[in-house]
């Protein structure tokens, strides 16, 4: 299948998860129950990825300014626009994609390949909408808040980093957080995330429902699902970047 063909599949699978859906009292219980999977269950890993890049982006930054003409407030603004511009948004969506993308295209691709999907058709449910439609809303909601959550704790961790280990002073590390500080970055970071939830849960959730073949293709689906999804959501990041920066 060339790419075009893949392109024109993956949009009508995306058209088909809001065509002919069910009464919307039917979602609300599987929307949490997918937040719970994606949201919760990734806060551990986020927490760990998000708190030590804070830190080792504070100890690198620090140990780059050689000069003594810049002030070491600057620490704490290269920490702060480092996260909300790329750190937060960007690195955290590319270990969702390894950990959520993967999950759902393992789940969908099972019940693909055991004939769930297909006899959720003969009742007359629309598959696609009934399990894809959930699983988008929950991520779009989940992982901008996982994002929120990285850039607070990517911050204290170079703040705490930064800190005890004698590299820079509280007050010159929060100063550096306020100086020359632009809102906009923090609904720059929101609109990336989002964007990325959108690429990571429809991706997998595409891959894990066209998946033929047994247990060997269901794993293929899931490599795939990660792959790209990083790459678009690295493609995503450029365009973003060049369009509202």
Same mark, same amino acid.
């Given at each position: ?14 058209? *088909?998860?809001?065509?002919?859906? %069910? ?12 937040? $719970? ?30 000069? /003594? ?16 511009? %790329? ?9 969702? #994609?390894?950990k959520?993308?993967?999950n759902?295209?393992?789940?969908? +691709?099972?019940?693909?390949? !055991? ?13 696609s ?8 809303? #929950? ?18 961790? +170079?703040y705490?980093v ?7 002073? /509280?007050?010159?590390?929060v ?7 632009? #809102? ?26 066209? !998946?033929?073949? *047994? ?10 699902? $990660? ?7 690295l ?11």
């Amino acid at each position: 299948m060339n790419v075009i063909q893949n392109w024109g599949k993956y949009f009508i699978f995306l058209s *088909g998860t809001v065509r002919n859906r %069910e009464p919307f009292r039917v979602y609300p219980p599987l929307i949490i129950d997918e937040m $719970v999977k994606i949201g919760t269950n990734s806060f551990l890993i986020v927490a760990i990825v998000s708190s030590f890049i804070g830190a080792v982006t504070c100890i690198q930054t620090a140990d780059n300014l050689v000069s /003594p003409l810049v002030p070491l407030s600057v620490i704490g603004t290269i920490c702060r626009d480092m996260t909300l511009l %790329e750190l937060a948004p960007t690195f955290t969506c590319v270990v969702l #994609a390894g950990k959520v993308g993967s999950n759902l295209a393992g789940e969908i +691709g099972s019940m693909r390949i !055991t004939e769930q999907i297909d006899a959720i058709d003969v009742m007359g449910i629309n598959s696609s909408s009934y399990l894809i439609l959930p699983k988008i809303i #929950a991520a779009c909601i989940m992982i901008p808040a996982l994002c929120i959550l990285a850039s607070f704790l990517s911050l204290l961790g +170079g703040y705490l980093v930064g800190v005890f280990g004698d590299v820079i002073t /509280p007050t010159d590390f929060v100063s550096g957080l306020r100086n020359g500080f632009r #809102a906009f970055n923090v609904f720059f970071a929101l609109i990336k995330s989002f964007v990325f939830a959108f690429l990571i849960s429809t991706i997998a959730s595409y891959k894990g429902f066209y !998946t033929t073949g *047994g247990a060997l293709e269901i794993g293929q689906a899931s490599t795939k699902a $990660v792959t790209n999804s990083v790459i678009g959501i690295l493609i995503a990041d450029l365009l973003l970047a060049q369009i509202l920066i």
